[in-house]
């Protein structure tokens, strides 16, 4: 094709930030059929074309993600659909629009309405609630001489499961 959708990055630097980094593995993980559709350009606003580009779109944050000059996502890294929807949103020509919601469908994009996935959700949610609010019984719980902080028995913090004692004093644990 010989139009291509244009996506700009505006980061700070994408080996040292963390978020800007984040924000172009996000594009550059895209797959390979949508890849051959987008050409995309990192501007960083440590150099002179990095901050040209910056006002020239009227960047407000690091990082943004502009489709077609547009700035689209700012300080939000996009998961997989929003990007391509967004990208379908601005494509030059009806065509690639929609060879890119093909595509969008075809690498198992569609939304959640399984009742299954429903099901399987919700259950993780039942055991993460009963987890979260379990009331520890004592003999779970012992003081440590160091740190007088309660500790629950095999806790990543306190204490080793393998020998049942609290790493900071050595002391054992439970009644």
Not at 72 to 100: G, W
Not at 134 to 151: F, L, N
């Amino acid at each position: 094709m010989a139009d291509k959708i244009h996506i700009d990055v505006l980061t700070l630097d994408s080996v040292q930030c963390a978020a800007c980094g984040y924000m172009m593995e996000s594009i550059a993980a895209l797959p390979g059929d949508v890849q051959e559709m987008i050409e995309y350009t990192e501007w960083s606003i440590k150099n002179k074309d990095g901050i040209g580009k910056f006002l020239e779109l009227k960047g407000r944050v690091l990082p943004t993600i502009c489709i077609e000059r547009d700035l689209v996502f700012e300080s939000i890294i996009p998961q997989y659909e929003e990007l391509i929807d967004e990208m379908a949103a601005r494509a030059p020509s009806d065509k690639m629009r929609e060879r890119i919601k093909a595509l969008r469908v075809r690498h198992g994009c569609r939304p959640f309405l399984d009742r299954n996935f429903l099901r399987f959700s919700r259950a993780r949610l039942r055991c993460a609630r009963t987890e979260l609010f379990r009331i520890p019984r004592i003999s779970e719980i012992s003081v440590c001489r160091t740190s007088p902080r309660k500790y629950r028995r095999g806790g990543s913090r306190s204490c080793s499961s393998a020998r049942g004692a609290c790493t900071a004093c050595g002391i054992p644990t439970g009644s």
